[in-house]
């Protein structure tokens, strides 16, 4: 059977053969050439190579972590580089399942895995994702890692994972509605997410935050919490790292750490609130909200310190691990001074400008992880906009 797949794939001009990692891969020669990937005959994206590398060093250190026999399953696997990648570059991980609904995208997989010599390590399925998790609920046949990759949004999926997760076991999660996260359309965002979406500057971590929040709700429904490990987005996409953790203790801290960012467009203050405020504390004028979504840390100190020092990284992404760690306890959301000085009529200041000037106030400040342009502080919008104003003087 093999064979004949090996065959159908290695005498087909369509395919070609490229190398991401240490992992060779056979992927459509489309998935190449054209500018968006197309889905047919199946879908591989090689601009996602930074994702599939974070994901594979956090799969690692995470399996190392747990030690004992990991299973990780990629439930929209694709032409599996991620799951073959994770069966050839993670010798933490044991057995990796590859499911997809296109059965020519796991043939992919397949002939992938067998010119690796992982071939044995793991094991393929044709199936709606939810259908292949569903079947792996049951307390023996669970995993221990589960990535959900579709196209657009993960919420049909976030039911079904929870349940095909072990204790103390991770969950990645890809999610490409960006529109719909980031504030264009809040209403879709309260439907899909259970939380509303706001068009601020951060509005990429406020979308980390509802997908967060989504996973929280499915969780706590069955008396599992969540633990964010890890989150980063870029403009297509944004995707969190989570591990659960059984019990009702733990979906009740869950619970507390769910609420509301309160945004003023008047004087861009921010604040994070477990309800709803009317009004701004600094200028009176009516607040906007994003939320339910979740409102502590998105990256896990600990873990992160662990992953950098057990775990050769990438140059790559040990830079955007650092600058994770660096702000893991800082207050949630960020400044762009673009914006301020926008709408203040007043030059833009340098970054590393702004950020010395709120230090010397005695605030913390902080390049964001999430947007380059992005400060994240401890400081309120008053000072930033004070900042902003004299640094303008000597410009
Ligand atoms: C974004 S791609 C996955 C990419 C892959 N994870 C990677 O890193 O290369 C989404 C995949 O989901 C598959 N798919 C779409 N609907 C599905 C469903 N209901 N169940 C399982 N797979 C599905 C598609 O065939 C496609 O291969
Ligand atoms: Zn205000």
Not at 79 to 84: D, K, S, T
Not at 119 to 127: A, G, L, R, T
Not at 148 to 156: E, I, L, N, Y
Not at 202 to 224: N, P, V
Request: hydrophobic fraction near 40%.
């Amino acid at each position: 059977m093999l064979n004949e797949v090996e065959k159908r794939l290695s005498f087909n001009e369509q395919v070609i053969k490229i190398v991401e990692g240490k992992t060779a891969l056979l992927v459509p020669k489309a998935s190449i050439e054209s500018n968006i990937p197309p889905k047919i005959p199946a879908f591989y994206n090689p601009q996602a190579k930074l994702n599939r590398d974070l994901s594979i060093f956090i799969y690692r250190a995470i399996a190392k972590k747990l030690s004992r026999h990991v299973r990780m399953a990629d439930s929209l696997a694709g032409v599996g580089a991620r799951g073959v990648r994770v069966a050839v570059e993670a010798p933490e991980i044991n057995e990796v399942f590859m499911n997809d609904l296109n059965p020519i995208a796991i043939d992919y997989a397949k002939a992938s895995a067998k010119i690796n010599g992982v071939y044995d390590k793991c094991s393929f399925f044709v199936m709606d994702a939810c259908h292949f998790l569903i079947k792996h609920s049951s307390s023996k046949d669970r995993f221990d890692i589960v990535d959900v990759d579709p196209f657009g949004s993960p919420v049909p999926y976030l039911d079904c994972v929870i349940r095909a997760v072990k204790d103390k076991g991770l969950i990645s999660i890809t999610a490409t509605d960006t529109a719909v996260l980031c504030g264009i359309y809040p209403e879709v965002s309260a439907r899909k997410y259970f939380g509303y979406s706001l068009n601020t500057e951060y509005c990429h971590e406020i979308g980390i935050r509802l997908l967060l929040g989504a996973l929280a709700y499915s969780a706590m429904r069955l008396d599992i919490g969540i633990l964010p490990l890890f989150s980063h987005s870029t403009k297509h996409y944004i995707r969190v790292y989570a591990t659960i953790a059984l019990g009702a203790r733990n979906a009740n801290k869950t619970r507390d750490s769910l609420g509301y960012i309160l945004h003023c467009f008047n004087c861009f203050n921010r604040k994070v609130s477990s309800f709803i405020e009317k009004n701004c504390d600094e200028c009176s004028a009516t607040l906007r909200f994003a939320g339910p979504l979740w409102i502590k840390g998105i990256h896990d100190k600990d873990f992160l310190s662990y992953l950098i020092n057990n775990i050769e990284l990438t140059k790559e992404c040990k830079k955007m691990i650092i600058n994770s760690l660096n702000e893991s306890d800082m207050p949630p959301t960020y400044y762009i001074p673009d914006k301020i000085a926008d709408k203040l009529q007043l030059k833009v200041p340098r970054s590393i400008d702004i950020i010395g000037a709120i230090k010397d106030k005695g605030y913390r400040a902080i390049r964001s992880s999430i947007n380059a342009k992005g400060i994240k502080t401890d400081a309120p919008s008053s000072i930033i906009i004070e900042i902003i104003k004299e640094l303008n003087k000597s410009m």
